[in-house]
């Protein structure tokens, strides 16, 4: 295989900052390069920022590599700064599926050594590699050939958010001798899952943010603030009269502890992994949420993408695909997955917690409890 060439335009977050710097602007910082009056990378940066919020997505690159990295890092610099998990999250997951697009028209060569750059221990073979029938056509087997390989540890660690599509199970995958062998459109889709872990790490708290960069990072807040303001919350409620109650049908007051951990880190724009994503919506769903509300609350997801999440939310209502309703994962599955919050909780299903709660409401509300107003 040849050495790869790796466009920093295309993944910046690979490039050494700091070379760049000293090579394009010997002397100055990041911050210095930030401030530099009509800077078309401090604008740019911010212009990365602002459609990272409102959209999602990062822009193609059209700067030199040297401003590319460096806007990057600028964009790294704010978050930082700003400290703000959600914002965080989402240009994460903005890099990440522009890494994607790019990956997909990339030789091997190049994806084997991005994957190396952030710490997947990847290899490409070309002979000795499983091979999978897939059909036959004019008389000939067709093979699926699988020749890229990962130390099954890595592969567990990247696939964590994935790993409630069958297509990405473990299970799902030739595994031999502690080596998993797949292709390249999974190997690019668990890259964009490392991707998304390796540029979180790069933000690190800064307590004070240094006088001259203030501007910025209120700029930067006010455009999410903004965006903030057009999330809808549905049935948030402290404390609930008696007329509320009896009209919603759904109590929040009543949830478990493990759904209200889910339910309001979904609303502080956490990104949920697949197996929580489906606990909390089957949950609601169960409970005669119905399927456009629970979407909405899923819209503060970093990764929001309306179509797949409506597809997901109706599968696991029974309205798509096999038409089962699916229930919540019970408590013992729960406590498995690190999700149970209440290591006392004797309940076998976060259903049952729930009801067994609404009737202690319910029952408060009988005894004239609550409602009174004080």
Same mark, same amino acid.
Request: with cysteine.
């Given at each position: ?12 977050? !690979? ?11 010997? =002397? ?86 991005? =994957? ?28 699926? !050939? ?39 459109? !999974? ?24 006088e001259p960069l203030k501007k910025y990072i209120e700029y930067v807040r006010s455009i999410l603030e903004k965006e903030s303001s057009k999330e809808v919350t549905v049935y948030s409620r402290a404390r609930l009269e008696y007329e509320e109650i009896s009209e919603m049908g759904i109590v929040e007051e009543a949830f478990p502890p493990c759904m209200k951990d889910l339910i309001n880190r979904l609303r502080n724009g956490e990104n949920l992994g697949h197996q929580e994503r489906f606990a909390i919506a089957a949950f609601l769903l169960r409970i005669g949420m119905d399927v456009d509300n629970v979407l909405e609350l899923f ?61 202690? !409401? ?13």
């Open positions: 295989m040849s050495v790869a060439v790796i466009d920093y335009r295309k993944y910046p977050f !690979i490039a050494d900052v700091d070379e760049i710097i000293r090579r394009r602007w010997p =002397g100055l910082s990041l911050t210095d390069i930030l401030l530099i009056n009509g800077s078309r990378v401090s604008e740019y940066a911010i212009q990365i920022v602002r459609d990272v919020i409102e959209k999602g997505r990062v822009p193609s690159p059209y700067l030199s590599t040297e401003e590319e990295v460096a806007s990057f890092y600028i964009i790294i610099l704010l978050g930082s700064l700003l400290g703000n998990k959600w914002l965080i999250d989402r240009i994460a997951i903005a890099y990440s599926k522009r890494t994607i697009e790019y990956l997909k028209n990339e030789g091997p060569e190049t994806i084997v050594a991005l =994957g190396n750059k952030i710490g997947v221990r990847l290899e490409y073979r070309v002979y000795n590699v499983p091979k999978i029938p897939i059909g036959v056509r004019k008389g000939v087997i067709r093979y699926k !050939i699988l020749p890229y390989i990962l130390p099954l540890e890595d592969y567990l660690r990247i696939s964590k958010r994935l790993s409630m599509d069958p297509k990405y199970s473990l299970v799902n995958q030739i595994v031999d001798r502690g080596l998993v062998y797949t292709d390249s459109e !999974i190997i690019i889709r668990l890259l964009g899952e490392a991707v998304v872990e390796y540029i979180k790490k790069m933000f690190k708290p800064i307590k004070e943010v240094p819209k503060n997801s970093p990764d929001f993408n309306e179509r797949i999440a409506r597809y997901q939310i109706e599968h696991i209502a029974g309205l798509r695909g096999s038409r089962k309703q699916y229930l919540p994962y019970s408590c013992s599955t729960m406590k498995s997955l690190g999700l149970c919050k209440d290591p006392n909780c004797k309940s076998k299903n976060p259903l049952n917690a729930y009801y067994r709660n609404l009737k202690k !409401i319910k029952r408060k509300i009988r005894q004239g409890n609550i409602g009174k107003k004080k």
